[in-house]
Protein backbone atom coordinates (compact mmCIF):
# COMPACT_ATOMS: atom_id res chain seq x y z
CA UNK A 1 0.00 0.00 0.00
CA UNK A 2 1.27 3.44 -0.76
CA UNK A 3 1.98 5.81 1.87
CA UNK A 4 -0.72 8.51 2.72
CA UNK A 5 -0.05 11.88 2.55
CA UNK A 6 1.51 13.94 5.30
CA UNK A 7 -1.01 15.34 7.99
CA UNK A 8 -2.67 18.60 6.94
CA UNK A 9 -1.48 21.89 8.40
CA UNK A 10 -4.83 23.80 10.59
CA UNK A 11 -6.86 25.07 8.27
CA UNK A 12 -9.08 28.64 8.92
CA UNK A 13 -13.33 28.44 9.53
CA UNK A 14 -14.60 29.38 6.04
CA UNK A 15 -15.74 33.04 6.24
CA UNK A 16 -19.75 33.00 6.87
CA UNK A 17 -22.07 32.41 3.29
CA UNK A 18 -22.92 35.84 3.02
CA UNK A 19 -19.62 37.11 2.51
CA UNK A 20 -18.33 36.29 -1.03
CA UNK A 21 -14.93 34.72 -0.82
CA UNK A 22 -11.89 37.11 -1.58
CA UNK A 23 -9.51 35.70 -4.51
CA UNK A 24 -6.99 33.32 -3.08
CA UNK A 25 -3.59 35.04 -2.18
CA UNK A 26 -0.40 34.48 -4.06
CA UNK A 27 2.18 32.27 -2.75
CA UNK A 28 5.24 34.22 -0.93
CA UNK A 29 7.81 31.48 -0.45
CA UNK A 30 8.67 28.08 -1.66
CA UNK A 31 6.81 26.59 0.91
CA UNK A 32 3.76 28.45 0.28
CA UNK A 33 3.81 27.28 -2.90
CA UNK A 34 4.41 23.54 -2.26
CA UNK A 35 1.19 23.78 0.46
CA UNK A 36 -0.89 25.56 -2.06
CA UNK A 37 0.07 22.64 -4.68
CA UNK A 38 -0.60 19.81 -2.00
CA UNK A 39 -4.36 21.60 -1.38
CA UNK A 40 -4.51 21.39 -5.03
CA UNK A 41 -3.90 18.19 -5.40
CA UNK A 42 -6.22 17.07 -3.17
CA UNK A 43 -8.25 18.93 -4.41
CA UNK A 44 -8.43 17.28 -7.99
CA UNK A 45 -7.28 20.38 -9.70
CA UNK A 46 -4.24 18.50 -11.46
CA UNK A 47 -3.26 21.23 -13.81
CA UNK A 48 -2.90 24.17 -11.26
CA UNK A 49 -1.15 21.86 -8.58
CA UNK A 50 1.32 20.99 -11.31
CA UNK A 51 1.95 24.59 -12.02
CA UNK A 52 2.39 25.26 -8.30
CA UNK A 53 4.66 22.29 -7.43
CA UNK A 54 7.16 22.81 -10.45
CA UNK A 55 7.27 26.47 -8.91
CA UNK A 56 8.20 24.89 -5.78
CA UNK A 57 10.27 22.69 -6.57
CA UNK A 58 12.46 25.35 -9.15
CA UNK A 59 13.52 27.08 -5.81
CA UNK A 60 16.16 24.77 -5.52
CA UNK A 61 15.16 24.08 -1.80
CA UNK A 62 16.57 21.13 -0.70
CA UNK A 63 14.34 20.51 2.16
CA UNK A 64 11.21 21.02 -0.41
CA UNK A 65 12.73 19.09 -3.30
CA UNK A 66 11.75 15.21 -2.65
CA UNK A 67 7.79 16.15 -1.17
CA UNK A 68 7.34 18.16 -4.59
CA UNK A 69 8.77 15.51 -6.48
CA UNK A 70 6.56 13.05 -4.69
CA UNK A 71 3.64 15.18 -5.34
CA UNK A 72 4.27 15.83 -8.94
CA UNK A 73 4.66 12.06 -9.41
CA UNK A 74 0.82 11.65 -8.17
CA UNK A 75 -0.20 14.33 -10.37
CA UNK A 76 1.34 13.35 -13.69
CA UNK A 77 -0.23 9.69 -12.39
CA UNK A 78 -3.24 11.07 -12.48
CA UNK A 79 -3.15 13.03 -15.31
CA UNK A 80 -2.36 10.24 -17.46
CA UNK A 81 -5.19 8.05 -16.06
CA UNK A 82 -7.64 10.96 -16.68
CA UNK A 83 -6.88 10.92 -20.29
CA UNK A 84 -6.92 7.05 -20.38
CA UNK A 85 -10.61 7.85 -19.15
CA UNK A 86 -10.99 10.26 -21.53
CA UNK A 87 -10.04 8.55 -24.99
CA UNK A 88 -11.92 5.12 -26.72
CA UNK A 89 -10.58 2.08 -24.64
CA UNK A 90 -8.22 0.11 -26.53
CA UNK A 91 -9.88 -3.18 -26.61
CA UNK A 92 -12.87 -2.27 -28.27
CA UNK A 93 -10.75 -0.55 -31.06
CA UNK A 94 -8.23 -3.74 -31.11
CA UNK A 95 -11.51 -6.22 -31.65
CA UNK A 96 -12.82 -3.84 -34.47
CA UNK A 97 -9.33 -3.95 -36.13
CA UNK A 98 -9.07 -7.66 -35.95
CA UNK A 99 -12.48 -8.25 -37.70
CA UNK A 100 -12.07 -5.83 -39.90
CA UNK A 101 -8.64 -7.37 -40.87
CA UNK A 102 -10.37 -10.41 -41.25
CA UNK A 103 -13.26 -9.33 -43.83
CA UNK A 104 -9.77 -7.53 -45.32
CA UNK A 105 -8.49 -11.44 -45.89
CA UNK A 106 -11.69 -12.62 -47.15
CA UNK A 107 -12.23 -9.83 -49.51
CA UNK A 108 -8.72 -10.12 -51.23
CA UNK A 109 -9.09 -13.74 -51.47
CA UNK A 110 -12.22 -13.47 -53.45
CA UNK A 111 -10.88 -10.67 -55.26
CA UNK A 112 -8.17 -13.15 -56.31
CA UNK A 113 -10.79 -16.03 -57.03
CA UNK A 114 -12.91 -13.60 -59.18
CA UNK A 115 -10.00 -12.26 -61.54
CA UNK A 116 -8.88 -16.40 -61.90
CA UNK A 117 -12.27 -16.74 -63.37
CA UNK A 118 -12.70 -13.84 -65.32
CA UNK A 119 -16.46 -13.57 -64.93
CA UNK A 120 -17.57 -10.32 -65.06
CA UNK A 121 -20.70 -11.10 -63.18
CA UNK A 122 -18.14 -12.15 -60.07
CA UNK A 123 -15.37 -9.96 -60.66
CA UNK A 124 -18.04 -7.26 -60.34
CA UNK A 125 -19.41 -8.98 -57.23
CA UNK A 126 -16.32 -9.17 -55.91
CA UNK A 127 -14.98 -5.35 -56.68
CA UNK A 128 -18.62 -4.01 -54.86
CA UNK A 129 -17.76 -6.42 -51.73
CA UNK A 130 -13.99 -5.09 -51.79
CA UNK A 131 -15.05 -1.33 -51.72
CA UNK A 132 -16.97 -2.02 -48.31
CA UNK A 133 -14.56 -3.87 -47.05
CA UNK A 134 -11.66 -1.23 -48.02
CA UNK A 135 -13.96 1.42 -45.77
CA UNK A 136 -14.34 -0.96 -42.70
CA UNK A 137 -10.54 -1.24 -42.61
CA UNK A 138 -10.03 2.28 -43.40
CA UNK A 139 -12.71 3.07 -40.14
CA UNK A 140 -10.73 0.69 -38.03
CA UNK A 141 -7.45 1.68 -38.71
CA UNK A 142 -8.84 5.13 -37.43
CA UNK A 143 -10.40 4.15 -34.47
CA UNK A 144 -6.59 2.04 -33.40
CA UNK A 145 -5.05 5.68 -34.10
CA UNK A 146 -7.48 7.43 -32.02
CA UNK A 147 -7.00 5.08 -29.02
CA UNK A 148 -3.15 4.72 -30.13
CA UNK A 149 -2.76 8.78 -29.50
CA UNK A 150 -4.98 8.64 -26.24
CA UNK A 151 -2.70 5.96 -24.96
CA UNK A 152 0.14 7.76 -26.30
CA UNK A 153 -0.94 11.25 -24.16
CA UNK A 154 -1.33 8.76 -20.95
CA UNK A 155 2.21 7.41 -21.91
CA UNK A 156 4.41 10.26 -21.56
CA UNK A 157 2.49 11.50 -18.61
CA UNK A 158 3.58 8.09 -16.54
CA UNK A 159 7.04 8.55 -17.70
CA UNK A 160 6.75 11.61 -15.93
CA UNK A 161 5.68 10.13 -12.90
CA UNK A 162 8.21 7.70 -12.74
CA UNK A 163 11.23 10.17 -12.95
CA UNK A 164 9.71 12.47 -10.33
CA UNK A 165 9.26 9.26 -8.23
CA UNK A 166 12.81 7.91 -8.86
CA UNK A 167 13.97 11.86 -8.33
CA UNK A 168 12.20 12.02 -5.56
CA UNK A 169 14.04 8.56 -4.41
CA UNK A 170 17.31 9.74 -5.37
CA UNK A 171 17.16 12.94 -2.99
CA UNK A 172 15.85 11.04 -0.04
CA UNK A 173 16.41 7.05 -0.50
CA UNK A 174 15.03 6.38 2.85
CA UNK A 175 11.27 7.28 1.48
CA UNK A 176 10.02 4.30 1.10
CA UNK A 177 6.96 5.34 -0.34
CA UNK A 178 8.64 7.07 -2.98
CA UNK A 179 10.29 3.87 -3.88
CA UNK A 180 7.14 2.06 -3.77
CA UNK A 181 5.92 4.62 -6.15
CA UNK A 182 8.52 4.56 -8.42
CA UNK A 183 8.45 0.38 -8.79
CA UNK A 184 4.54 0.72 -9.08
CA UNK A 185 4.47 3.05 -12.30
CA UNK A 186 7.57 1.63 -13.40
CA UNK A 187 5.02 -1.60 -13.69
CA UNK A 188 1.99 0.21 -15.28
CA UNK A 189 4.50 1.55 -17.47
CA UNK A 190 5.31 -1.72 -19.25
CA UNK A 191 2.01 -2.90 -19.08
CA UNK A 192 1.28 0.26 -21.22
CA UNK A 193 4.01 0.22 -23.57
CA UNK A 194 2.97 -3.60 -24.67
CA UNK A 195 -0.06 -2.34 -25.40
CA UNK A 196 0.97 0.77 -27.60
CA UNK A 197 3.22 -1.54 -29.59
CA UNK A 198 -0.20 -3.65 -29.92
CA UNK A 199 -1.63 -1.10 -31.28
CA UNK A 200 1.01 0.71 -33.41
CA UNK A 201 1.15 -2.68 -35.06
CA UNK A 202 -2.61 -3.09 -36.01
CA UNK A 203 -2.76 0.15 -37.16
CA UNK A 204 0.31 -0.46 -39.47
CA UNK A 205 -1.73 -3.90 -40.66
CA UNK A 206 -4.50 -2.57 -40.91
CA UNK A 207 -2.90 -0.07 -43.25
CA UNK A 208 -1.01 -2.44 -45.64
CA UNK A 209 -4.35 -4.84 -45.92
CA UNK A 210 -6.08 -1.81 -47.20
CA UNK A 211 -3.37 -1.03 -49.75
CA UNK A 212 -3.30 -4.91 -50.70
CA UNK A 213 -6.94 -4.75 -51.41
CA UNK A 214 -7.10 -1.48 -52.94
CA UNK A 215 -4.72 -3.08 -55.49
CA UNK A 216 -6.89 -5.88 -56.26
CA UNK A 217 -9.63 -3.27 -56.69
CA UNK A 218 -7.65 -1.80 -59.42
CA UNK A 219 -7.37 -5.15 -60.84
CA UNK A 220 -10.66 -5.72 -61.04
CA UNK A 221 -11.70 -2.56 -62.26
CA UNK A 222 -9.40 -2.84 -64.97
CA UNK A 223 -10.70 -6.08 -65.75
CA UNK A 224 -14.66 -5.65 -65.86
CA UNK A 225 -15.98 -4.05 -68.82
CA UNK A 226 -17.03 -0.32 -69.28
CA UNK A 227 -20.85 -1.16 -69.40
CA UNK A 228 -20.92 -3.66 -66.32
CA UNK A 229 -18.36 -1.04 -64.44
CA UNK A 230 -19.87 -0.20 -61.00
CA UNK A 231 -19.22 3.67 -60.55
CA UNK A 232 -15.89 5.10 -58.86
CA UNK A 233 -12.21 5.73 -60.23
CA UNK A 234 -10.73 2.13 -60.57
CA UNK A 235 -8.76 2.22 -57.00
CA UNK A 236 -9.08 5.37 -56.14
CA UNK A 237 -8.48 5.90 -52.26
CA UNK A 238 -11.29 8.15 -51.58
CA UNK A 239 -13.80 6.20 -53.77
CA UNK A 240 -15.96 4.99 -51.17
CA UNK A 241 -16.67 8.78 -50.78
CA UNK A 242 -17.83 8.84 -53.74
CA UNK A 243 -20.94 6.36 -52.86
CA UNK A 244 -24.29 7.18 -52.36
CA UNK A 245 -24.62 6.44 -48.40
CA UNK A 246 -26.06 2.89 -48.54
CA UNK A 247 -25.61 0.13 -51.39
CA UNK A 248 -27.09 0.74 -54.69
CA UNK A 249 -29.89 -1.41 -55.30
CA UNK A 250 -28.81 -5.01 -56.02
CA UNK A 251 -25.52 -4.22 -54.57
CA UNK A 252 -23.90 -6.22 -51.80
CA UNK A 253 -20.79 -4.17 -49.34
CA UNK A 254 -18.76 -5.67 -46.78
CA UNK A 255 -19.82 -6.30 -43.41
CA UNK A 256 -19.33 -4.40 -40.08
CA UNK A 257 -19.45 -1.29 -42.09
CA UNK A 258 -19.49 0.78 -39.57
CA UNK A 259 -19.29 -0.05 -35.93
CA UNK A 260 -19.39 1.96 -32.63
CA UNK A 261 -16.58 3.46 -30.96
CA UNK A 262 -16.69 2.81 -27.47
CA UNK A 263 -15.64 4.95 -24.62
CA UNK A 264 -14.60 4.14 -21.84
CA UNK A 265 -16.55 4.08 -18.40
CA UNK A 266 -15.27 5.28 -15.18
CA UNK A 267 -15.96 1.66 -13.79
CA UNK A 268 -13.35 0.69 -16.66
CA UNK A 269 -10.89 3.12 -15.93
CA UNK A 270 -11.31 2.26 -12.20
CA UNK A 271 -7.83 0.15 -12.28
CA UNK A 272 -6.96 1.11 -15.47
CA UNK A 273 -8.70 -1.65 -16.95
CA UNK A 274 -8.43 -5.09 -16.00
CA UNK A 275 -5.63 -4.65 -18.77
CA UNK A 276 -3.74 -2.81 -16.47
CA UNK A 277 -4.27 -4.63 -12.55
CA UNK A 278 -1.49 -5.70 -11.14
CA UNK A 279 -0.18 -8.11 -8.76
CA UNK A 280 -2.12 -8.02 -4.83
CA UNK A 281 -4.63 -5.06 -6.26
CA UNK A 282 -1.80 -2.82 -5.40
CA UNK A 283 -2.41 0.81 -5.00
CA UNK A 284 -0.28 4.13 -5.43
CA UNK A 285 -0.14 5.70 -1.92
CA UNK A 286 -1.18 9.16 -2.69
CA UNK A 287 -0.11 12.25 -0.77
CA UNK A 288 -3.08 14.10 0.59
CA UNK A 289 -3.73 17.66 1.99
CA UNK A 290 -0.65 19.84 2.85
CA UNK A 291 2.48 18.67 4.36
CA UNK A 292 3.67 20.85 7.23
CA UNK A 293 6.94 19.95 7.14
CA UNK A 294 7.91 18.04 4.20
CA UNK A 295 10.91 16.82 5.50
CA UNK A 296 9.06 14.46 8.10
CA UNK A 297 6.21 13.43 6.33
CA UNK A 298 3.63 11.28 8.20
CA UNK A 299 1.75 9.46 5.64
CA UNK A 300 -0.72 6.41 7.29
CA UNK A 301 -1.27 3.72 4.69
CA UNK A 302 -4.46 3.50 3.26
Do not use: C
Amino acid sequence: MLAAAPTPAPVPAPAPASTPAGPEATPASPREWFNAGARKLGDGKLKEAEAMLETALGAQSEALQPAALYDLGHVRFAQGVEELKKGPAAKPAKDRGTTAGAHGTDAIKAADAALASNQVDQMVAAYRRGRGTRKELKDAQAAVKRALQTYGTALGKWERASGDFHGAVELDPKDSDARQNAELVDQYLAKLIDSVRDMQDMANALGDKKQDLGQKLKDLKGKIPADDAPPGGAGDDDEDEDQPKGPEPGQEEGPGKEGKEIPMTAEQAGWLLDGFKLDGERRLPMGQGEPSDPKNRNRPTW
